[in-house]
Structure formats: structure tokens, C-alpha cells
């Protein structure tokens, strides 16, 4: 099979399978990864966790109910639990109560504790959008990996033919005596080298799909097709960004900072929590009461039936009750100390994000000036080693160069292909998280 039949072959099997599989845009790659994440569900179980803590932290201050009742059968000598008189006989009672309480005030500490876990709710909300954002990105790449990989593909399946032109030339001018048997050999490894590349390459996207599909959690195929981007060149490149700006718009929104704010809040507020325990409290009680026994009888030894017994033997109360710490080993002055402790570790925390983010911001304001201006000389560099391949061929063609000189200056310019490729996906990765930064919706989130 020559290499024009295997060409035709190739482009044919493509469009058998673009016909047969499902083409993958980014957005549709990044919603479908977010689906079915595992990380990301864990996360949204810890939100939907600090939701039901923060809706029960309401509840608490509801009043405290609860009912108690008993069966209880005595045997032998015993004391009657209505007149103590000790009897010999079997018997049994019952006992009914239910009692409640409030509390009034025990130092704000059931409010405080009420917004502590409301600003935890809402920094697990942050936490799922920033695992969706992570997961997001970790796609982006992968699915630009595939892309720089198959352009490889396509330069080597160019540089493919190329040699193979070429040792057409050279074995039909071999057979004419007017070439040497050892540029055959020459043209030939040239070829060798090329297919070998070619596979090395294919190697190479198969792995850079593997971990697409990887992170989609896309279990149930081992390959998959995506839809063309366009080339960095038809995007107006970003020459001038200020870092302060983008700071600013991105410190604003970015869920990490947002969650960590939200947690010092949360820290902020569980330790005036904590130090409501150092004042006193108030509560008010009350409870209803009543029994039966068996042992209960009227002047004429008849047991009183239960429904009266129930009504006679009722009591009720009601009450305040006033609690005053005064020493517990300090263990409260403690635990304030430690709550205050764990406010400004989460204070600094929060001034590592900024920091992180700030470092992260100018290291992508930096690589988005080197790599607009690598990408506009590799552009330059691919123009002029294109030229210099084709005078080379020409001048092969002619005998005026041996299949080393040719060699030489085709894998320049396949060099020169792929740099520039690199570069060129490197700088639209740059640019789409610049834009991500710059507040522009760039993945399809809510």
C-alpha cells in the first residue's frame, strides 16, 4: 500500500468513526466530568451535611419535650409507693410524666452558634463550585493535551509523505542508475524514522485520551472524538492585563477566598459562642405528673379505677432555674483561649489564599506576555524553516544535496511545526484562565 492509498485510508476510517461516535466540545466534556465526579459528590455530601447542622442549630431553639412512663411489678415484701406501708403482696404501678424546658438566656450562645454554622454552610457551598472549577480545569488541559497531540499526529503523517515522496524519487532513480544504492538506504531509514515517529506519536494521544477520559469518569469507552477549536491566532491576544484589576475581580469571586471568608466568620462567631459559657443561664421548666397503683383501693377494698387514679394523682410544676459557672477546673477560660486560637489560625488562612492567588495571577499575567511573544516568533520561525525545507527539496531533487541535508532540514521544520503548536495551546490555556480570572464564563457552571 503506498502512502497516497493509505493516506485516503485514514481520512476514510476517520469518517467512519466521526459517523459512528460522539463528538466532544470542552463544555460538554467539563459538564459531563462534573456529573459524574465522585470527589465532587463527596463534597456536595459534606454541603448537604452543614446544611442539616445549620438547620438543626435553629431547631435548638425550640423547647426541650420529653415524656417518660414505666410498668412495675413488685414481689414480696415491699413498700407501697402510695402509703410506703410495707405489704407482702404482689402488685404492680404505674408512673406517667412529661416534662419541658426553655432557654431564656445561656450568653447568646445557641445565636451565635446559629450564624457559625450558617457561614460553614456557606463556605461547603464555595467548596463544591471550587472542586466543579478544579475539576473544570483539570479537563481543559487534558482535552488540550489531545489537541497538541494530534497535531503531532498530522505533522508526522506530513513528514510521512514527505519521506515517502522522496524515496519514490530516489528508488526510481536508483533503477535508472542515476543515484547510488546508499542514498536508497539514506531515503529509506528517513522513512523508517518517519513511521516510527508516527506511531510514537498515536502512542501518545492514545494516553493523552486515556486521561480525558479518566477524569470524565467516562468508564464505558476507550476512546473518544473531539470537536475542532479554533487556533489561537483568530483570538486577539491579551497585551496589556493589569494584576492589580485582575486581583481584585478575582478576589472577589473566586470560590477558595470566598470559602475561606466564610470561615473565619464561622470561627469568629464560635467564639463568642464559646465565651457565652463563662455567663449565666437562665431556663424555665415545667412538667405534668401522675400515677396508678394497684394497691390503691377505696373504703371498700375495691382498686379506684384507672381513669380516676390518673386524674387524682396528677401533679404539676413549673419553675426557673438559674445556673451561675463559677470554676470548673478553668476549663472554660480555656476553651475560649483555644477557640480564639483556631479564629486567627483560620484569619491567616485566609491571608495564605490571598497570597496564593496573587502569586498564581502574576506567574499567568507573566507567562501570557512570554508566550505572546514566543508565539509570534515561532510563527515567524515556522515560515522561514518551511522556506529553507522547500529550497532544500528542490536542490535534493537537483542532486545538489545528499538525503542528510534533506533529512536535517525537514526535521527542522517539523521542529519548528511542533513548537509551535505547543506554544500556540499553551498560550490559549493561558488566556481561557486569565478569562476565567477576569470574571468571564468561560466554563458552562452554575
Known amino acids: 500500500m503506498n502512502l497516497k492509498t493509505y493516506i485516503v485510508s485514514l481520512f476514510f476510517l476517520a469518517s467512519l468513526v466521526g459517523f459512528s461516535q460522539e463528538t466532544w466540545n470542552l463544555d460538554e466534556c467539563v459538564a459531563y466530568a462534573i456529573e459524574h465526579n465522585l470527589q465532587v459528590k463527596n463534597t456536595n455530601y459534606d454541603k448537604d451535611s452543614s446544611k442539616e447542622s445549620y438547620r438543626q442549630s435553629i431547631r435548638d431553639l425550640l423547647p426541650s419535650v420529653s415524656g417518660s412512663t414505666n410498668y412495675t411489678i413488685n414481689y414480696g415484701r415491699s413498700a407501697d409507693p402510695n402509703t410506703n406501708d410495707y405489704v407482702n403482696t404482689e402488685f404492680f404501678s404505674n ?13 447568646f450562645q445557641k445565636m451565635n452558634t446559629i450564624r457559625a454554622s450558617k457561614f460553614i454552610y456557606k463556605a461547603t457551598q464555595e467548596d463544591v463550585l471550587q472542586q466543579k472549577f478544579l475539576l ?67 502512542n ?12 470524565m469518569n467516562l468508564i464505558d469507552q476507550n476512546d473518544i472524538v473531539l470537536q475542532e477549536t479554533l487556533d489561537p491566532t483568530a483570538e486577539e ?28 466568620s464561622a470561627a469568629k462567631k464560635q467564639l463568642q459562642a464559646t465565651r457565652g459559657t463563662l455567663y449565666p443561664s437562665l431556663s424555665l421548666t415545667a412538667g405534668y405528673g401522675t400515677s396508678y397503683f394497684e394497691t390503691n383501693v377505696d373504703e371498700n377494698g375495691n382498686i379506684i379505677p384507672f381513669k380516676t387514679q390518673f386524674n387524682d394523682n396528677a401533679s404539676k410544676y413549673m419553675g426557673a432555674q438559674l445556673n ?73 531533487e537537483k542532486g ?43 466554563f458552562n457552571i452554575n
Do not use: C
Not at 96 to 105: I, T
Not at 167 to 177: A, F, H, I, S, T
Not at 204 to 212: I, S
Not at 411 to 434: C, P, R, Y
Open 324 to 396: 451561675i459557672p463559677i470554676s470548673n477546673g478553668w476549663s472554660a477560660h480555656s476553651r475560649v483561649k483555644q477557640q480564639k486560637i483556631a479564629y486567627l489560625q483560620e484569619k491567616n488562612n485566609l491571608e495564605i489564599q490571598e497570597q496564593e492567588l496573587f502569586r498564581l495571577l502574576q506567574q499567568l499575567v507573566q507567562d501570557n506576555l512570554s508566550f505572546t511573544v514566543e508565539y509570534e516568533q515561532s510563527n515567524q520561525k515556522v515560515k522561514a524553516q518551511q522556506l529553507a525545507f522547500d529550497i532544500a527539496q528542490k536542490r535534493y
Open 204 to 215: 501518545q494521544l492514545a494516553n493523552a485520551k486515556l486521561v480525558l477520559l479518566q477524569e
Open 237 to 264: 491576544t491579551q497585551d496589556s492585563i493589569s494584576l492589580d484589576t485582575l486581583y481584585q475581580t478575582a478576589r472577589s469571586f473566586v470560590p477558595l477566598v470566598k470559602s475561606q471568608e466564610y470561615r473565619v
Open 136 to 202: 473544570a480545569f483539570r479537563v481543559m488541559n487534558a482535552f488540550y493535551d489531545i489537541k497538541f497531540n494530534e497535531g503531532l499526529v498530522a505533522n508526522s503523517l506530513e513528514q510521512l509523505e514527505i519521506s515517502q515522496a522522496n524515496y519514490d524519487l530516489v528508488k526510481k532513480q536508483v533503477d535508472l542508475g542515476m543515484m547510488a544504492g546508499a542514498d536508497l538506504y539514506e531515503a529509506e531509514s528517513a522513512l523508517l524514522a518517519d513511521k516510527l515517529l508516527v506511531t510514537q506519536n498515536r
Open 95 to 107: 408512673n406517667y410524666s412529661l416534662g419541658a424546658s426553655l432557654d431564656l438566656f445561656q450568653g
Open 400 to 442: 545538489l544535496i545528499n538525503a542528510l541535508d534533506l533529512f536535517q532540514a525537514k526535521n527542522l521544520f517539523a521542529v519548528a511545526q511542533n513548537e509551535n503548536l505547543q506554544v500556540g495551546l499553551k498560550l490559549k490555556v493561558n488566556q481561557s484562565t486569565i478569562d476565567f480570572y477576569s470574571g468571564l464564563p468561560i
